[in-house]
């Protein structure tokens, strides 16, 4: 697709691209330089408080549990002391 480089260095993104990519007003998006072409890509900002979400150990054991959920191997609880008893505890 051919755009214009317009006044104060502004582009217009094609509509159908847009859509395509699902953006909305307000997106952040992330603009390279690489071998002569112009790169943007969509991003998200994670506020740096919980970024220890996206830490790899942290998703390497959400992928765990999703596994072990999969798999059947949690327990439920109809109650507190059914809960402490399974964990082997006394309330």
Excluded: C, H
């Amino acid at each position: 697709m051919l755009v214009e480089l317009k006044q104060k260095s502004q582009v217009t993104i094609p509509s159908e691209l847009v859509k395509k990519m699902n953006l909305r007003p307000g997106d952040k998006l992330e603009i390279e330089e690489k071998d002569g072409r112009i790169i943007i890509t969509p991003v998200v900002v994670i506020p740096r408080d919980q970024m220890w979400f996206y830490s790899k150990e942290w998703q390497q054991g959400e992928a765990r549990v999703d596994k072990d959920i999969k798999e059947g191997k949690i327990k439920t609880a109809s109650s507190k002391e059914e809960l402490f008893n399974g964990l082997g505890l006394d309330e």
